[in-house]
């Protein structure tokens, strides 16, 4: 960690640089939220493509809002990919059930 004020390299567990004197911020860790980024690229591959793609996108929001300190709106990314994993896999068991409904009504 550098000083943002004069470059100089601190201490993990410094509060001011000892060259200028400017406050460190410290930021506590953030939360573990989950991202949904395995579920997401599964449920695109697997089950449905346009839904899955969009959950990728929220799941990939994820960790990019955490490094932003943005914690409120990693947790809104968070739920937005979950659901559309759902949604999703709703949606190719769906098609799935429906395409094979459709081959035993023919036959």
């Given amino acids: 960690m550098y000083c943002t004020n004069c470059g100089t390299e601190l201490s993990s567990d410094a509060i001011s640089c000892a060259s200028c004197g400017q406050a ?3 930021f506590p860790p953030p939360p573990n939220i989950p991202n949904f980024l395995v579920h997401s690229i599964i449920a695109t591959l697997c089950c449905c493509l346009p839904f899955g ?3 990728v996108i929220f799941s ?3 960790n990019s809002k955490l490094a932003a300190h943005d914690i409120s709106g990693a947790e809104a990314s968070s739920r937005r990919a979950r659901i ?3 949604v999703a ?3 190719g068991i769906l098609a ?3 395409a094979t409904a459709l081959t035993l009504w023919r036959t």
């Fill in 84 to 86: 559309w994993v759902i």
């Fill in 89 to 91: 896999f709703v949606a």
């Fill in 96 to 98: 799935y059930a429906g």
């Fill in 24 to 26: 460190v911020p410290h």
């Fill in 60 to 62: 990939a929001q994820v």
């Fill in 53 to 55: 793609i969009v959950a």
